[in-house]
């Protein structure tokens, strides 16, 4: 397994913006895919963006646009620049990490936007 610490969340007006990082140590294995997902409150757990070690990304639709996924393989940390928030973004915001061994989550940053 590998542990991750996600950073960045927070409150932020709808319209503003905030950047989300993810850490993960604890792993001899290159990670594979690394990703966001959220869940709102009486929700499920949903994707938000993922990215692979290739650079490859996939992006949820109500998202596409408005939040950017990047990633630094060297440190084994990927980001997410969050603009133009809505406050249906408001969610617990947690980091993925898997590859054919394992598959871990991060303990979650809370993102909420006012309206």
């Known amino acids: 397994q590998v542990q991750l610490v996600e950073s960045g969340g927070g409150l932020v007006q709808a319209g503003g913006s905030l950047r989300l990082s993810c850490s993960a140590s604890g792993s001899p294995v290159s990670i594979n895919v690394m990703g966001w997902y959220r869940q709102a409150p009486g929700e499920q757990r949903e994707l938000v963006a993922t990215?692979?070690?290739?650079?490859?990304?996939n992006y949820a639709d109500s998202v596409k646009g408005r939040f950017t996924i990047s990633r630094v393989n060297a440190r084994n940390t990927v980001y997410l620049q969050m603009n133009s928030l809505k406050h249906e973004d408001t969610a617990v915001y947690y980091c993925n990490a898997r590859n054919a061994y394992y598959n871990s989550w991060g303990q979650g940053t809370q993102v909420t936007v006012s309206s």
């Open positions: 990215i692979t070690t290739g650079g490859v990304t």
